[in-house]
């Protein structure tokens, strides 16, 4: 889990510097320390986080509210392309206790954030009612051939289902070593 969560920040930190490298770096707000450093090797590096950026792993689990301002899910998982550019939250949306619920891929622009105060954390906004999320198409995470006809796990899914999608990293044989 926290590694996934890893990589995503990683893959946005990368898209984040994509596009900062594309701005001139006169956008700077005078008085802020400069965001963007270029190291020796060339690559950039992000040193602060800008009011107007968010962090992955602040907005897995945060509570999604839905036209009536009324909590109808949260998001459970962020999906993203190889260049690091967010697609969808996936919300998760009815159920109990993340039993029974299902999942809808939503684009970043569906939402808006709410900002919370010092007492409470951000939100995620929707125009959409629980009931038009409960209505919408499920999201399917993508499963490679091989994760579909590999062998069960001890869940009963296949293994594809608890790589999220990504192919699990090959393991060394066990030691023989005694």
Do not use: H, W
Not at 75 to 89: E, H, N
Not at 135 to 141: K, L, R, T, V, Y
Not at 152 to 165: D, R
């Amino acid at each position: 889990m926290m590694k996934k969560l890893m990589v995503g920040a990683a893959l946005s930190a990368l898209a984040l510097s994509c596009a900062q490298a594309q701005s001139p770096a006169s956008n700077s707000t005078p008085g802020q320390p400069q965001a963007v450093q270029q190291t020796t090797s060339g690559e950039k590096l992000i040193t602060t986080q800008q009011s107007d950026q968010y962090l992955a792993s602040k907005f897995k689990g945060t509570d999604v509210l839905g036209s009536d301002d009324n909590k109808i899910g949260d998001v459970s998982d962020i999906l993203f392309d190889k260049s690091g550019k967010i697609d969808a939250y996936i919300v998760s949306v009815g159920g109990i206790l993340g039993m029974g619920g299902k999942e809808v891929a939503l684009a970043p622009s569906a939402f808006n954030v709410v900002r919370g105060n010092g007492s409470t954390s951000d939100k995620l906004k929707l125009s959409m009612s629980q009931d038009e999320l409960k209505q919408a198409q499920n999201f399917e995470p993508y499963r490679s051939p091989a994760a579909t006809t590999g062998s069960a796990s001890p869940s009963g899914m296949g293994s594809g289902a608890l790589t999220g999608g990504m192919r699990p990293s090959p393991t060394s044989p066990p030691s023989t070593n005694r």
